[in-house]
C-alpha cells in the first residue's frame, strides 16, 4: 500500500511539474552598468513568481536579490502584460570609503567605521510586457517605480551637528546610491529561454 500511495505521489508531482512553466531571461544595464539574471516559475493560469539577481559593476557596487510575484492580465503566464511587485535586500560598497572620510580632530577619528558594505531593503511597483516564441525564446520588459533605503551614515551624530559641512561624504554616497541602484524608475528589458 505505501508504495502505491508512493507511485501515485511521483506521478501527481510529475503531471503538476510539468503543466508549470519556468523562464530564465537576463539584461544588462547600460546607464547604471549592471548584470541581472532572472528566474521565473509561472503556476496557475495567470500567476508567476521568481528571483532577480543584480550584479552592479560600477560605482556603489555590490549585488541585489529580488523576489516578485506577478499577476497577468490575460490569463496566461507565459506571455502578455503583467503587473509585478517585488521586495528584496542588497549589499552595496560604500562609494566614498573610510579611507577617503578619516577626519582627524585633536587626535579622534570623528568616522563613524561601519565598514566597507552597506545593506538595502526595499521593492518596486511596475508593469511589464512578455512575449515568446514557439522555440521558446521570451523577451521582457517592465517599467515601474522602485523605493530603497539609503546608505547608513558614516559619521558620528556629535560631530555632523558640531559640523555640518564637512559631512558631505554621507550627502555624496546617499545621492549617488539614489542617482545609481536606488534610482526610482525603473526599467528593465531581457532576453532568455522558456523550459
Not at 162 to 172: K, R, S, V
Amino acid at each position: 500500500m505505501k508504495k502505491i500511495i508512493l507511485l501515485l505521489f511521483v506521478v501527481a508531482l510529475t503531471f503538476n511539474l510539468s503543466a508549470q512553466s519556468n523562464s530564465v531571461t537576463a539584461g544588462v544595464g547600460l546607464l547604471n552598468t549592471k548584470v541581472r539574471i532572472q528566474y521565473e516559475h509561472g503556476f496557475g493560469d495567470m500567476h508567476s513568481t521568481g528571483a532577480n539577481l543584480s550584479l552592479y559593476l560600477v560605482g556603489q557596487n555590490g549585488q541585489r536579490l529580488e523576489g516578485f510575484y506577478r499577476i497577468y492580465f490575460g490569463g496566461d503566464n507565459e506571455k502578455g502584460m503583467f503587473m509585478q511587485a517585488t521586495g528584496g535586500v542588497g549589499i552595496f560598497s560604500y562609494f566614498l570609503e573610510s579611507s577617503d572620510l578619516s577626519i582627524n580632530n585633536n587626535g579622534y577619528y570623528l568616522y563613524e567605521d561601519n565598514g566597507d558594505k552597506f545593506t538595502s531593503f526595499g521593492g518596486s511597483l511596475g508593469l511589464g510586457g512578455k512575449m515568446t516564441t514557439r522555440g521558446g525564446f521570451v523577451f521582457e520588459s517592465t517599467l515601474g517605480f522602485q523605493l530603497w533605503t539609503p546608505p547608513a551614515s558614516n559619521f558620528n551624530e556629535d560631530y555632523v551637528t558640531a559640523n555640518p559641512g564637512e559631512a558631505l561624504g554621507d550627502a555624496t554616497n546617499v545621492a549617488l546610491y539614489y542617482l545609481g541602484p536606488a534610482f526610482p524608475l525603473m526599467f528593465q528589458m531581457k532576453f532568455g529561454f522558456m523550459f
